[in-house]
């Protein structure tokens, strides 16, 4: 089992920054991915960035250029998202994920509003 706690989320203009941060506890050491997936109102779920264990970074191309992805090398079990230059369509709930095998545990998320 792999429990995480999200952090870092609130209200930002646009062109504003905002840094989510993510905190695995429980089975750390199996955990290959860690990284973020977003959800607008109306929307699907959508994945915005992941790292996996091993370094590999992707973003999605909406994000591309404005969102980094990072994770605290000494552990490995806490994941950031510094969003900068944010726009009102990146407007939803984010939500951590850490994958496992062929299971992916989640966050309970944390809202991210960005006014224009």
């Known amino acids: 089992q792999v429990q995480l706690v999200e952090s870092g989320g609130g209200l930002v203009q646009a062109g504003g920054s905002l840094r989510l941060s993510c905190a695995a506890s429980g089975s750390v050491l199996r955990i290959s991915a860690m990284g973020w997936y977003r959800q607008a109102a109306g929307k699907q779920r959508e994945l915005v960035a992941g790292?996996?264990?091993?370094?590999?970074?992707?973003y999605a191309d909406s994000v591309k250029g404005r969102f980094t992805i990072s994770r605290d090398n000494v552990q490995n079990t806490v994941v950031f998202l510094q969003m900068n230059s944010l726009k009102p369509e990146d407007t939803g709930v984010y939500y951590c994920?850490?994958?496992?095998?062929?299971?992916?545990?989640w966050g309970r998320g944390t809202q991210v509003t960005v006014s224009s």
């Open positions: 790292i996996s264990s091993g370094g590999s970074i992707n």
């Open positions: 994920y850490a994958r496992f095998s062929s299971t992916t545990y």
